[in-house]
């Protein structure tokens, strides 16, 4: 998908409205000879590690706080259920002493970490769960959901949220994989009790599946798969106003988001991240971790610096 791409036409508008704002952080986080300009970069290199401890108390308190907070902002990301909350917990807290090193642009950072390969199995995301195989050569029934048409589909899922209608919702726009696993490992009803208690992520879920309502998608299809990519304006709700330490002044609007809607079982429903997230860990993340490091990045957005990489949580990267 454009995931990478997206993430880096992030990281260089982030850039750029710095240079033209002039911007002191953007200043003192260039590399520079001296004393002085080290000092600085250390400060902030503190900064981001004092950051990811206030980010695990959020996580244990409240995940919508937390990815609100801390995360690249993408509100139409199903929220996670408790057992992956407790797995994203582990992965950072992996991270919780480390140092934090800043990149020459000065608008990524990275930690690292060393950890065995029998961790990262326990840390890499669930297995799917196993779909029945046809029989007597006739195919498995469809899923309900909300139609072919993207513009009906996201229509009806609005009504859905607004009305309250939340497991019609769960049931026909959620990943058919992730859906299967919440009615599997009994969760389907914790998650729906999150929708109906977290009130400010679901008003910022039905926000962006309006504002997708009002853009064209662009149609792709990759691995058999097809997708509606649609690019829509950041929410601003969902910028955190209260990180002054790294506020700068918006004289540009923010870059757009990439929200994604693919086709499955002839409905469309929300992109399963997590299959793509199980294929990296599969091909990528496990030759890394035999190597013995995985890394966790941060990002300079202009709602602050958020965690854009997070190891084994792909998903959460936008």
Known sequence: MSRSRNRLCVALAAGILSLVLNDPLWAQTRPRPGRGGLQLQQRLESRLREDLLAALKLLEQDYGTFAENCLVPDATSPPLPAEEIR???????????????????????????????????????????????????????????????????????????????????????????????LQASGQEDACLKRFAEDTVQLQLMIDDLQRMTREKPEYTTENGIRYAVYAIETNPKSLNSRDS????????????????????????????????????????????????????RWQRTDAGWRLSEIPFFEDLSR
């Open 87 to 181: 797995r994203l917990h582990a992965v950072l807290s992996l991270f919780a002493e480390q140092p934090v090193q800043l990149f020459e642009s000065g608008t990524e950072a990275e930690s690292r970490v060393k950890i065995t390969p029998e961790v990262a199995r326990k840390l890499s995301p669930p297995p799917p769960p196993k779909t029945p195989p046809a029989t007597s050569g006739r195919e498995t029934p469809q899923a309900a959901g909300y139609g072919d048409d993207p513009q009906r589909a996201l229509a009806a899922a609005i009504r859905d949220l607004e009305a309250g209608n939340y497991r019609k919702f769960l049931r026909s726009m959620y990943p058919l994989a992730e859906l299967e696993r």
């Open 245 to 296: 330490r790294y506020k700068i002044e918006r004289l540009l609007p923010p870059p757009p988001r990439v929200c994604i809607l693919e086709m499955s079982g002839g409905h469309w429903r929300l992109h399963d991240g997590n299959r793509e997230a199980r294929e990296q860990v599969k091909h990528q993340r496990r030759p890394a971790a035999e190597e013995g490091t995985i890394g966790l």
